[in-house]
């Protein structure tokens, strides 16, 4: 966006990393709180929440003038809700003026208002700006005695106690406050990250501020290697480019790293020359078959492996793969971390994925910066073979409840019910999501583009069958959902999105 020169109290198009330009009111900071060293920015409330955010002055746009543009590109339901709401604070405003008009001959005259400052870039104290008489025409900006510091720097944001902190997937890059947990319970991991202990002494990294989303994070000196450039690896070593980090890339079909060497990253020839050449490698592949064969195969991790060398398995495969891919990296010397990842493409795309990972504790502290490009949070589970656990038991239940959802679609309609009424009174109730309205619109209007393989939810399905068998533990409802997938593949669905599961019930 172009720099403008603002000051306290315009109206704004706010853009923070890659989410899309949101509606705010730029507001005096906190007394207590210093501007962020660096570039020049404004400390702006967005509208629809009680989110607050330093922006950047070239991520600003004035409210009045591109307020049309913004419509046009963005249709969310709450970014409307958002617009509807800076509406009726400019309608309180024109109230308030006219009654101020009226109010002219009153026994106490007030004197000229007076001007605030255009913020200049060498301003160090925001607070000083504040003009004591200063009263905002809303009534809902937090006292400044309430903010509970969460960073430093550009882009920094504030959760405000006073506040419930909305569910709302657009603004939890401002807040990135994805723990209910007091701010007590945080202790600082490193000048970026908080670290979470938790009663079963699993570990949660998460950012202590907005820097992994805008792009202002400080990448890992370590050179990094990444094999696997399907829908979730494509992502995640874009966002690692974009936040600086050094990344040599392979992959089986050779022509996927042509688009990734153009944004600058580097080639390996080979899954052993990429982990001979950096000190980080990561993997993201299909299986389990195809997680061994990159280890085992000829000219594969393991070859490359030297003391040292630390490898990360962020696929979704089952303990035992683990537990045998950890023996192996660590007889040779080197060390093992898996971090599979909950998300789908376009969470991977936004660098808003959930990291588990599992493994060598210091392989995970030495990922932190990694981990923050690609993803809104990760947890730390302990010994290898957790995440995947942990992993199989997340995918299970959203496989499940997907074939759930479709079932209830397909009833509907034999029903003779409106199936867009079942959705718009589910994404009413409890149940509400992103997930479900997003999977569902999908399916109505016939789109099974993937952004999670039909073909490898069936797998997550048949894994998590096979550790309850293990445990000596029921998993009726999810083989009941895997028999769905099935039929599903057979259908010649495996290709396609999760919500062509659909297609089992209407064949």
């Known amino acids: 966006m172009a720099t403008v020169h603002l000051r306290i109290g315009d109206l704004v198009w706010g853009k923070l990393g890659r989410y899309p330009p949101w509606p705010g009111k730029i507001v005096s900071p906190p007394k207590d709180l210093k501007k962020p060293r660096g570039k020049k920015c404004h400390f702006v409330k967005f509208f629809?929440?009680?989110?607050?955010?330093?922006?950047?002055?070239?991520q600003l746009k004035p409210y009045h003038a591109h307020k049309e543009e913004m419509i046009k590109i963005n249709k969310g339901k709450?970014?409307?809700?958002?617009?509807d709401s800076v509406e009726d604070y400019l309608k309180k405003a024109k109230g308030?003026?006219?009654?101020?008009?009226?109010?002219?001959?009153?026994?106490?005259?007030?004197?000229?208002?007076?001007?605030?400052?255009?913020?200049?870039e060498d301003d160090e104290d925001l607070s000083a700006?504040?003009?004591?008489?200063?009263?905002?025409?809303?009534?809902?900006?937090?006292?400044?005695?309430?903010?509970?510091?969460?960073?430093?720097?550009?882009?920094?944001?504030?959760?405000?106690?006073?506040?419930?902190?909305?569910?709302?997937?657009?603004?939890?890059?401002?807040?990135?406050?994805?723990?209910?947990?007091?701010?007590?319970?945080?202790?600082?991991?490193?000048?970026?990250?908080?670290?979470?202990?938790?009663?079963?002494?699993s570990t949660s990294i998460q950012a202590a501020d907005s820097t992994a989303i805008?792009?202002?994070?400080?990448?890992?000196?370590?050179?990094?290697?990444?094999?696997?450039?399907?829908?979730?690896?494509?992502?995640?070593v874009s966002n690692l480019l974009k936040m600086g980090h050094v990344v040599t890339v392979w992959n089986r079909t050779a022509e996927k790293c042509d688009l990734f060497i153009q944004e600058g990253a580097r080639l390996g020839r080979t899954p052993a020359e990429v982990v001979s050449m950096c000190d980080i490698t990561f993997s993201c592949v299909s299986d389990p078959k195809a997680a061994r064969d990159l280890v085992l195969g000829p000219s594969g991790v393991l070859q490359g492996i030297r003391p040292g060398k630390c490898y990360v398995e962020m696929s979704t495969v089952d303990p035992e793969t683990i537990a045998e891919l950890s023996q192996l990296v660590t007889s040779r010397g080197g060390r093992f971390l898996e971090a599979p990842?909950?998300?789908?493409?376009?969470?991977?795309?936004?660098?808003?994925?959930?990291?588990?990972?599992?493994?060598?504790?210091?392989?995970?502290?030495?990922?932190?910066?990694c981990f923050q490009a690609m993803g809104k949070t990760s947890f730390f589970l302990g010994e290898p073979g957790n995440a995947a656990r942990m992993m199989l038991i997340l995918n299970m239940v959203q496989g499940s409840?997907?074939?759930?959802?479709?079932?209830?679609?397909?009833?509907?309609?034999?029903?003779?019910?409106?199936?867009?009424?079942?959705?718009?009174?589910?994404?009413?109730?409890?149940?509400?999501?992103?997930?479900?309205d997003q999977k569902c619109q999908n399916i109505l209007q016939g789109n099974f583009k993937p952004d999670y393989y039909l073909k490898h939810i069936q797998k997550d399905l048949r894994l998590a069958i096979s550790m309850g068998d293990m445990a000596n533990h029921p998993t009726p409802m999810a083989a009941a959902a895997n028999e769905v997938y099935k039929r599903a593949k057979a259908l010649d669905q495996s290709d396609n999105d999760i919500s062509a599961v659909y297609r089992a019930y209407i064949h």
């Open 48 to 58: 629809g929440t009680e989110d607050h955010a330093w922006i950047k002055v070239e």
């Open 78 to 83: 709450r970014f409307q809700q958002a617009v």
């Open 96 to 120: 308030k003026d006219q009654n101020s008009d009226c109010k002219g001959d009153s026994k106490v005259k007030k004197g000229p208002l007076k001007p605030l400052k255009i913020l200049e």
């Open 129 to 201: 700006l504040k003009d004591p008489s200063e009263k905002d025409l809303t009534d809902s900006d937090p006292e400044p005695s309430t903010v509970e510091r969460l960073g430093s720097g550009p882009g920094t944001a504030f959760k405000w106690e006073s506040s419930p902190v909305k569910d709302d997937p657009h603004f939890h890059h401002f807040l990135l406050s994805q723990s209910e947990k007091p701010a007590s319970s945080l202790e600082p991991i490193s000048k970026r990250l908080k670290i979470i202990e938790e009663d079963s002494g």
């Open 214 to 236: 805008n792009g202002s994070i400080t990448p890992t000196d370590k050179r990094i290697g990444f094999l696997g450039l399907g829908l979730m690896g494509s992502g995640i």
């Open 341 to 369: 990842v909950a998300g789908s493409q376009q969470l991977s795309n936004d660098g808003m994925l959930v990291i588990l990972a599992a493994g060598d504790r210091t392989v995970y502290e030495d990922c932190s910066s």
């Open 401 to 436: 409840f997907m074939a759930t959802v479709a079932e209830g679609l397909t009833l509907a309609q034999a029903t003779g019910q409106s199936q867009q009424t079942f959705l718009d009174i589910l994404c009413q109730g409890q149940m509400a999501s992103t997930f479900v």
